[in-house]
């Protein structure tokens, strides 16, 4: 596994934004080591993303064409650039508020379409750069910004949302378990065609300190008592309703 | 590089055809090769005759889900290198007023063709309006330019689409064609060339692409995949990209570049066509298809012995005052007809060095009849 | 103020009887001879039922206003479409109706009927192409557009499995036409016979 990252990081970009605790930076990190695992161009790769915290991932962080565009339209930018310039391995990078709310209908008819891009949600459950408000996958009860006596909605399972509307490769991982998620990241980056996952990523600011995650790591912990991989989950490959099953989506 | 006359690529000689099928055959031949869109009344024949246009041509076409995914696909082709391009009404253009910003702050070429039907809100779709004039050039939050052309005929459908991909492409700019319902499902003989002349956006190559020396320049406008590592954001931006959100110069520098760098061009940009003004104590003050009406009315009143003028407005923004200072330095009056409550009619006032003016709107629906301007003509005379 | 080489053509219908195509294919027609021509068509919110306008104008030199005002030639295809137009008529316009379906008032302007209604229903075995024998019709008592063109408008403007029928209403049309018909002054009321 490469540790140095330097050849991809833009040299006049001295650190990250994110607050201490955030897993966003070590998204942005494991993205880029599996594509020197694959042995990528990166000159070859466009990354798109839309406005958010998950949005700062690729731009400026990344030595490579970056398209930071609106809130909610990343994946309708990236899909004229892809067919203008069918050539480019474009990935989207955008956090779940950016991709499942106002962007969730160009989300789902980019996969119904089919149309060959790698779509990363990063997903920490809230809406973390405009002050911690609830957001479609905030788990019910939750308490946010604007659900102070805490989320009455239940939130979208993503994966059967994005693979009910036809994409090709689905996963959910989380980055409490990077060798499990690069390798989603690299099955999602060469399946042809749509591909989505999910990455579970701690918000200890504006998620945390509401539902009494106090640190960074309390933070990490929720996340590792919520998720379940399939072999945990049993044989039916289910799990309770306020859990979330990490692992590839297939068909059934 | 600059201008070049390329073949248009479709059918030249004597053609029967609308408004739309003009424009979207004009967007051929102009070297556009990206469309994505979303139907609307009265623009959709535009986006059904490029969805078979586009891939006989190596383009690209996609229907998307809404119209916000339409201009946010068209401005990511266009960076990908493509002249891009999107066509709506009314209600459409509401909702592309967020990325058209977006568009304008990042310096991306394209072009939208806005067939005007009455409005606002959904109004009446399949009738014509004209309100959508200040929409164009305000409709989205800041300080900014771009340009417009209104056209009057099927013919000008197929020549302003050609010169608005130029100026798009040449002023990294969005660049709208103004056309009215009236126009976009008019039929009318069309004298279709064989060659055009278009213009192609300058790559120079290591240059910032968001800033230049001049405080009116267009940068180089570069795409994806060419090792230039860009940083394209709609966040306030230096010359090579990066977000410069907390300095007070660099915004400033950027929000006055970009409206230098068109109104430094009018005397490029402007067009416009004056009818009689010499000897004219009234001067008619139209564009698009009134301004047909217009000419059909001056020239009936000028029979009759009145000392009537018209001057049309070809490009609307940036709105070309110049010409109407130069009129009004004489002892004349102006007569604005307009299928709006005064758009123009409030742009001409404000040049019109204190003169009379006289604002003739008409929102029902219908386009402005000759009989109507001649009364008005005939009122004022 | 009329032009002198103008001629103002206005089809008037129903929603459904295929005015929009009369005035294309009409339109289309006179710039294959190389002639100027624009055209509009209005139609009201029903897609059948409400009155619908096809209106060209025809021209040997470039048209300036590309509407309709007052008609030369008015070309009814039902009452109500009749009923609509026939007050925006220049003086010594033109009406032709449908002899079927038109009743046209006893102090109307010039006007010929024909029956061209039934002569696509029982001789085309198709009340659909009424409307390009119409466009024959007006195109032959008026003699402003050459027949070939005519045919190659039609070849143009018709898809292709519908193309042979049409060619055949177009003929059917410039028949009739040509012979012409009985005015009210007199002569059998009858379909033309030529």
């Known amino acids: 596994m490469v540790r140095a990252l330097d050849h991809h990081l833009r040299p006049e970009v001295k650190a990250t934004p994110f607050c201490p605790g955030c897993g966003h930076g070590i998204l942005l990190g494991l993205i880029l080591r599996k594509i020197d695992a694959l042995e990528w161009d990166i000159g070859e790769m466009l990354f798109v993303s839309g406005i958010g915290c998950a949005a700062w991932i690729p731009s400026p962080n990344y030595l490579a064409d970056t398209l930071h565009t609106l809130h909610g339209r990343a994946v309708a930018f990236a899909t004229g650039a892809k067919l203008a310039n069918p050539a480019l391995k474009v990935m989207v990078i955008s956090g779940d508020g950016d991709l499942a709310s106002i962007g969730g209908n160009h989300l789902i008819h980019a996969a119904r379409r089919g149309i060959d891009l790698t779509v990363v949600c990063a997903n920490n459950q809230i809406y973390g750069m405009t002050g911690g408000q609830v957001a479609p996958t905030t788990p019910k009860g939750s308490r946010t910004a604007t659900t102070a006596d805490g989320n009455p909605y239940p939130p979208f399972d993503l994966c059967k949302l994005v693979k009910a509307a036809g994409a090709t490769y689905v996963a959910r991982g989380s980055v409490l378990r990077p060798r499990q998620l690069m390798d989603e990241i690299g099955k999602a980056l060469t399946t042809p065609s749509f591909s989505f996952v999910e990455v579970l990523s701690p918000c200890p600011t504006q998620y945390g300190r509401r539902n009494r995650l106090d640190t960074p790591a309390a933070a990490m912990d929720e996340i590792r008592d919520h998720c379940r991989v399939r072999v945990e989950a049993g044989e039916a490959g289910s799990c309770a309703a306020d859990m979330l099953l990490l692992g590839e989506y297939g068909d059934g | ?381 | 103020m009329a032009d002198p080489m103008t001629h103002d053509v206005r089809f008037a219908g129903l929603g459904g009887q295929g005015v929009v195509l009369a005035g294309l294919v009409l339109g289309h027609a006179a710039v294959l001879d190389g002639l100027y021509a624009s055209g509009a068509s209005s139609y009201g919110a029903q897609a059948r039922g409400s009155v619908a306008l096809a209106e060209v104008r025809l021209s040997d030199e470039p048209i300036d206003y590309p509407h309709v005002e007052d008609a030369d030639l008015l070309v009814a295809l039902s009452q109500e479409g009749y009923e609509a137009c026939r007050d925006r008529l220049r003086e010594g316009g033109l009406v032709l109706y449908d002899l079927g379906l038109v009743k046209t008032a006893d102090d109307g302007p010039r006007q010929q009927g024909y029956d061209v209604a039934a002569v696509a229903r029982d001789e085309l075995d198709s009340a659909q192409v009424a409307n390009v024998v119409w466009v024959g019709v007006a195109a032959a008592a008026t003699g402003w557009i050459g027949d070939d063109a005519l045919r190659e408008a039609v070849r143009l403007r018709v898809p292709e499995r519908f193309l042979e029928l049409n060619l055949r209403a177009l003929e059917k049309g410039l028949e009739l036409g040509r012979c012409g018909v009985k005015t009210k002054d007199g002569g059998d009321a009858s379909a033309t016979r030529c």
């Open chain 2, 1 to 381: 590089m600059p201008y070049s006359t390329i073949p248009t690529g479709v059918p030249a000689g004597q053609r029967y055809m609308s408004g739309n099928e003009a424009a979207a055959e004009a967007a051929i031949a102009a070297g556009c090769r990206f469309y994505a869109g979303y139907p609307i009344t009265p623009s959709s024949e535009i986006m059904d005759n490029l969805s078979r246009l586009l891939p006989a041509h190596d383009g690209a076409f996609i229907q998307m889900e809404d119209e916000i995914g339409s201009i946010s696909a068209v401005a990511g082709a266009s960076w990908s290198g493509a002249k891009a391009m999107t066509a709506t009404s009314g209600p459409g253009l509401s909702l592309m007023q967020e990325c058209l910003g977006y568009a304008v702050f990042t310096e991306t070429p394209l072009v939208v063709i806005d067939v005007q039907r009455a409005g606002p809100s959904t109004g009446q779709a399949t009738k014509v309006g004209g309100g959508d004039v200040m929409t164009v050039k305000y409709g989205s939050h800041g300080d900014y330019q771009v340009v417009a052309f209104a056209p009057w005929s099927v013919a000008e459908m197929f020549s302003l689409t050609v010169e608005a991909f130029n100026a798009a492409e040449k002023l990294r700019v969005p660049a709208f064609v103004l056309a009215e319902e009236a126009t976009g499902h008019l039929f009318e003989r069309v004298d279709t060339p064989s060659e055009v002349r278009v213009y192609d956006r300058d790559y120079r190559p290591g240059e910032p692409p968001f800033d230049t020396p001049e405080l009116d320049g267009v940068p180089s406008m570069p795409r994806f995949g060419q090792g230039e590592n860009l940083l394209v954001t709609g966040s306030t931006h230096n010359g090579l990209g990066f977000r410069k959100v907390e300095d007070p110069e660099v915004h400033d520098r950027l929000v006055r570049r970009l409206n230098r760098k068109v109104l430094a061009r009018k005397d490029e940009l402007c067009r416009y066509e004056t009818h009689f003004v010499d000897d004219a104590k009234l001067v008619v003050v139209a564009y698009g298809f009134t301004a047909r009406s217009a000419l059909r009315a001056v020239k009936l009143a000028r029979a009759a012995g009145s000392p009537v003028g018209m001057l049309r407005f070809v490009t609307l923004w940036p709105f070309c005052r110049e010409i109407v200072e130069e009129i009004a330095a004489r002892d004349v009056q102006f007569l604005v007809p307009e299928m709006n409550l005064g758009q123009v009619a409030d742009l001409v006032q404000a040049a019109s060095l204190g003169r009379r003016v006289e604002a003739l709107g008409q929102v029902n629906g219908k386009t402005i009849a000759p009989a109507s301007i001649l009364q008005a003509i005939e009122g004022i005379l």
